[in-house]
């Protein structure tokens, strides 16, 4: 019982130091340029003790009621199988309020706009991050001003040049290169709270209030800024399923919260004494000594912050392409120990030409920070409105306590997303082009495949029905399996149709083979098959997947082995059906729309080799369907 308590401790105290890395490396780096935005000249504000003690105190309770409150506490009990996530929680609030339900359609629209959301974070945080750090360069000597965006450009090349590799071997460093990161956080917030411990008092609730109600407008301009301090809250929910809560809380309210709370404290300290420092906060804590070394230290915490966005936009895609809204794409694992380490090539090189065009296009850090809170904060109103339906429909709370709880982080979801409301076209309308593209696509996907189903649901022939009137006069039987991939609408596969009506023979066992993407993250392995007998030695086999589980139609068959059916790999011959779109003259979808669809169709991966299908046993007809 010892030795078993001490190895769960020891795996708790290990997943809560990865989590540091992977975790918590955005709102980790952001007292990088948090104060140094919110005392900028955009925004209008003295630097008054009165300001100073407001903001700190802003911030601080902030980031207790935003994250440790919300997400920590509330979000994070909303997992859906364990999984976390924007595209986890839209699958279970739809799963709540089931498809016949009026909301059904509205909360998919929702849970699709805030999923294309994060993609335009996922851009904005590796060029906010990584700037900010090399901007620290400009606090040493003004001459190194003009090298700031090409080394930034230079970092963030060969950050996304090395995604192929992996992060595998140098992975397990990401968590103690962040504890250290924190602890240095931490040191500098103490170094500067000594030297001005009237910044204690922004520990007290009432300066936020003061400040709010003192400056009105402005102070409701000025939360689009404090509103950085928490980027990355969404991290906490949608990295559950890899850690768990205990690991992520332990982080939060063990290290994390602590030293963001001391940085910040300590900043406010800085400027109450030395007012000049306001021009960069972060790299004026310790004097001009510690610049260089700041620098390097925050450049890796910024890479480390940027190469979990990344991933985390690789997870996001992945889980998209599952649940049938964005086409096949390739999907290239980096190890052979972690199923989650993958690689996706255009997803890589596409953010890449993005976030440069934005290190380029914005310049710097304070101009990229009016673009940066906008798709946070609309994602994170989205996040609030969710889980209303989930709590509500699925735990059947209370009505009056599910409006009272969610309403009131609504009210303040709702207040900085209006501020950040106000920058839309000082720079937030690039996150906003980014989101509403991927929306455009997910739900162009989406709405293309439904009609390619429709069609192929109408013209198809009944499978019971044609195997029937086929054993009646049966074909030539030759040896060995016959796999037909087939959808769940497509009744007769086409390539059956091709395959008797060229070479007028049938082997002698013939599998049709349908997977279903569930909207659920894991679907077990003795719940991953289901095998139906046609007679005359035809089955069907029904394969399932969750949105997290690797398709993998090989691993399937051997599934199948304790259904009763066993599969020699190099007597089975895999028949696919190439699907070629063409648009109908009178348009279902408008013409434009058509268009990508198509286009996206005929660029999406093989379905052979998406499920991992051997290639050298693989024959693929061709179809069109219309649309």
């Known amino acids: 019982m010892s030795s078993q308590f001490q190895s769960t401790k020891s795996s708790t105290a290990a997943l809560t130091i990865a989590a540091l890395g992977i975790v918590y490396g955005d709102i980790g780096t952001s007292p990088l340029y948090t104060m140094q935005t919110i005392f900028s000249q955009e925004y209008g504000l003295e630097l008054t003790s009165f300001n100073v003690l407001g903001v700190v105190s802003l911030i601080l309770w902030g980031l207790f009621t935003i ?9 994070l009990r909303a997992d859906n199988r364990g999984e976390g996530g924007i595209m986890a929680l839209m699958a279970l609030a739809l799963e709540s309020v089931g498809k016949q339900s009026r909301w059904h359609y509205i909360l998919l629209l929702l849970g699709l706009f805030g999923a294309a959301l994060f993609y335009g974070d996922g851009v904005i945080t590796p060029a906010m991050s990584v700037i900010s750090a090399i901007e620290g360069l400009n606090v040493a000597t003004p001459n190194f001003s003009t090298y700031v965006v090409p080394i930034t450009v230079v970092v963030l090349i060969a950050l996304y040049s090395f995604q192929h590799k ?17 602890a240095a956080l931490a040191v500098m917030g103490v170094i500067n709270i000594v030297k001005a411990p009237v910044i204690l008092m ?9 400040f709010l109600l003192f400056h009105g407008w402005i102070a409701f301009v000025a939360l689009g800024a404090v509103v950085l301090a928490f980027t990355g809250a969404e991290a906490l ?12 809380r332990f982080a939060w309210f063990g290290v994390v919260f602590p030293a963001l709370m001391l940085n910040y404290l300590g900043q406010g300290g800085l400027l109450l004494t030395n007012p000049a420092a306001a021009e960069n906060p972060f790299y004026n804590q310790l004097g001009a000594w510690s610049i260089y070394p700041l620098v390097a230290l925050s450049t890796v915490a910024a890479v480390i912050a940027s190469q979990a966005t990344i991933s985390g936009t690789y997870s996001m895609t992945k889980e998209a392409i599952s649940l049938g809204l964005l086409p096949r794409l390739s999907i290239i694992h980096t190890s052979t120990k972690e199923i989650g380490q993958i690689y996706m090539p255009m997803v890589n090189w596409i953010q890449l030409v993005v976030v440069l065009a934005a290190v380029v296009g914005f310049g710097s850090s304070a101009n990229l920070a009016a673009a940066y809170g906008i798709a946070v904060t609309a994602t994170m109103l989205i996040t609030t409105i969710l889980t ?11 009505l009056l306590l599910c409006v009272a709880s969610t309403g009131f982080f609504f009210v303040i979801d709702a207040s900085f997303f209006s501020a950040n409301a106000l920058k ?27 009609l390619v189903f429709f069609n192929l649901r109408n013209h198809a022939i009944p499978l019971k029905d044609f195997l029937t009137s086929l054993f009646v006069a049966p074909p030539h039987r030759v040896g060995g399996t016959a796999i037909f991939l087939r959808s769940a609408s497509e009744g007769v596969p086409h390539a059956l149709l091709h395959n008797l009506s060229h070479n007028k023979i049938l082997h002698d066992r013939v599998i049709f083979l349908t997977v279903y993407n569930q909207e659920i993250p894991w679907v077990p392995f003795d719940e991953r098959v289901r095998v139906t007998s046609l007679g005359n030695e035809c089955y069907q086999l029904d394969v399932f997947y969750g949105f997290k589980n690797e398709p993998d139609i090989p691993q399937a068959l051997e599934l ?6 066993k599969f020699e790999i190099m007597e089975t011959s895999f028949f696919v059906t190439r699907q070629t779109i063409v648009s109908r003259p009178e348009h279902q979808m408008s013409a434009w729309r058509e268009w990508l669809f ?10 052979a080799d998406y499920y991992r299908i051997p290639s050298n046993r693989v024959i693929e007809v061709g179809s069109q369907v219309e649309i």
């Open 598 to 607: 198509v286009t996206m169709s005929r660029t999406a991966r093989d379905a």
């Open 388 to 398: 209303f339906f989930v709590i509500h429909y699925k735990w059947k709370y209370n």
């Open 166 to 182: 992996g992060t595998a071997g140098i992975g397990i460093f990401f968590g103690p290169i962040m504890l250290l990161w924190f």
């Open 67 to 75: 994250v440790a409150l919300k997400y920590v506490t509330l979000i």
């Open 237 to 248: 929910y949608a990295d559950m399923g890899h850690f768990g809560r205990k690991p992520i």
């Open 560 to 565: 199948a082995a304790n259904k009763g059916l």
């Open 424 to 450: 839309i076209l000082h720079g937030g309308w690039f996150p906003l082009v980014l989101g509403a593209c991927m929306f455009t696509v997910m739900l162009t996907w989406h709405k293309g495949r439904e």
């Open 202 to 210: 922004a520990l007290n609730p009432m300066h936020a209030i003061d």
